[in-house]
């Protein structure tokens, strides 16, 4: 079993920055691959970012590349995604989520953080 608890959401105007966090616990077998995910009301969740924890390789949406960071600190069991440059679109909540594998489903989900950018 995998827990995932996210924070650091908040209230930002556009073009200021949020990083968000989300604490894994349980097997790390099972959560090797952390990915962040949004949704914002009215839309499908779609996938924002991947780290493989062991390796530190990175996969970004076209969406948010150059603009947000995934990154991990193994020793304390946590995955980053720094956010520059917000804009209003990124208003969403956000959610981390883990599998075992790339290619593979998400089997473990946070409850997910609320993300809002004013104009």
């Known amino acids: 079993q995998v827990q995932l608890v996210e924070s650091g959401g908040g209230l930002v105007q556009a073009g200021e920055s949020l990083k968000l966090s989300c604490a894994v616990s349980?097997?790390?077998?099972?959560?090797?691959?952390v990915g962040w995910f949004r949704q914002a009301p009215g839309k499908e969740r779609e996938f924002v970012a991947r780290i493989i924890r062991l390796l530190g390789n990175t996969n970004y949406a076209d969406s948010v590349k150059g603009r947000f960071t995934i990154s991990r600190d193994n020793a304390k069991n946590t995955v980053y995604l720094q956010m520059n440059n917000l804009k209003s679109e990124d208003t969403a909540v956000y959610y981390c989520?883990?599998?075992?594998?790339?290619?593979?489903?998400?089997?473990?989900w946070g409850q997910g953080t609320q993300v809002t950018v004013s104009s």
């Open positions: 989520a883990a599998t075992r594998r790339t290619g593979e489903s998400y089997d473990y």
């Open positions: 349980g097997s790390i077998g099972s959560s090797n691959v």
